[in-house]
């Protein structure tokens, strides 16, 4: 009978252990272009936001500007 407990891996063991290494390796080379990607989206978001709030700003600030002469505009009246 054979002794179970080599000092050398089968080829199998070998074979998972390079697949298992080549696995980590292509997980740490895809976090960075992930992060960007994220990084990518959230930027683009902040700039709608920030669009759309001055947007809003300027709109609100056109109705004020066309209503400030207006006799019922609270802002106007004596």
Known sequence: ?????????TPATAAA???QAE???L???N???RQALVSYTLA???IGVLTA???RRARSTAVHNALAG???CPRTAA
């Open 1 to 9: 009978m054979a002794s179970s407990a080599t000092s050398e891996p």
């Open 17 to 19: 252990n390079s697949l």
């Open 23 to 25: 696995l980590e390796r």
């Open 27 to 29: 997980r740490t080379e």
């Open 31 to 33: 976090r960075q272009p």
């Open 44 to 46: 683009g978001q902040a």
């Open 53 to 55: 709030l001055g947007q």
């Open 70 to 72: 207006h006799p019922k």
